[in-house]
């Protein structure tokens, strides 16, 4: 049986590889997306920087396990997930977060 849920979520880590000097420091997070259906996803264009920013404002409910640079936890707050998608490689994580929960695809498949 399929049961339809009006605005269903889920929750993924989030694997972030942070430029950090001859490689990258991985780091994770946590993030609550909601599954946008065709409606939602209508006009929201991912072929840009403005778009995909666009994008995960409608997808992200929610991100967990911030810290600052001083290791202390950040709450979640409008202005924090802002800060976040100005973060390219933060943005790639997400999305790419958002579109293995979205299709059940597994790392390295």
Known sequence: ????????TFTR??????PKGDG??????????????DD???GLGMADIEGTK??????????????????????YSDEIRETVFKLPYA???LMGAYHNGMNGLLPGN
């Not at 420091?25 to 946008?36: C, G, I, P, R, S």
């Open 1 to 8: 049986m399929f049961n339809i849920i009006e605005r269903p």
């Open 13 to 18: 880590t989030v694997k972030v590889r942070v």
């Open 24 to 37: 990258v420091d991985e780091q994770d997070f946590k993030a609550t997306f909601n599954a946008m259906d």
């Open 40 to 42: 939602a996803l209508k």
């Open 54 to 75: 666009e994008f995960l404002r409608q997808a992200v409910a929610s991100l967990d396990d911030l810290a600052g640079a001083d290791g202390k936890p950040i709450p």
């Open 91 to 93: 943005r790639i994580a």
